[in-house]
């Protein structure tokens, strides 16, 4: 089965920087897409950003473009999320997920989820 970690989560200034990871184990083939969503609390899970495996082809919410930039290491397995100008807006459980099945933009378009590192951007 497929296990993702994230790491990289903590309390952050606005306007500073994070760069989130997620390592990537037991995929087979290593060639499927990965993203990322985050959840504040009590609210819906909402697409942040996503790449494709083979020609690294990316995608970006509006509420983050230009200000967060998704990448990947395909010998490590691993997705990371390099973000900058922080928003206290951006405050979210960050998750990572891999393998999707359907439409990018929703949590019920991909396979498998990792447990969530928090981001908190406060004074």
């Known amino acids: 089965q497929v296990q993702l970690v994230e790491s990289g989560g903590r309390l952050v200034q606005p306007g500073g920087s994070l760069r989130l990871s997620c390592a990537a184990s037991?995929?087979?083939?290593?060639?499927?897409?990965m993203g990322w969503f985050r959840q504040a609390p009590e609210e819906e899970r909402e697409f942040v950003s996503a790449?494709?495996?083979?020609?690294?082809?990316?995608y970006y919410a509006d509420s983050v473009q230009g200000r967060f930039t998704i990448s990947r290491d395909v010998a490590k397995n691993t997705v990371y999320l390099q973000m900058n100008s922080l928003k206290p807006e951006d405050t979210a459980v960050y998750y990572c997920?891999?393998?999707?099945?359907?439409?990018?933009?929703?949590?019920?378009?991909?396979?498998?989820w990792g447990q969530g590192t928090q981001v908190t951007v406060s004074s």
């Open positions: 997920a891999s393998d999707p099945r359907g439409n990018y933009y929703y949590p019920n378009g991909w396979n498998y």
């Open positions: 037991g995929r087979t083939d290593g060639n499927y897409p």
């Open positions: 790449i494709t495996w083979s020609d690294g082809r990316t």
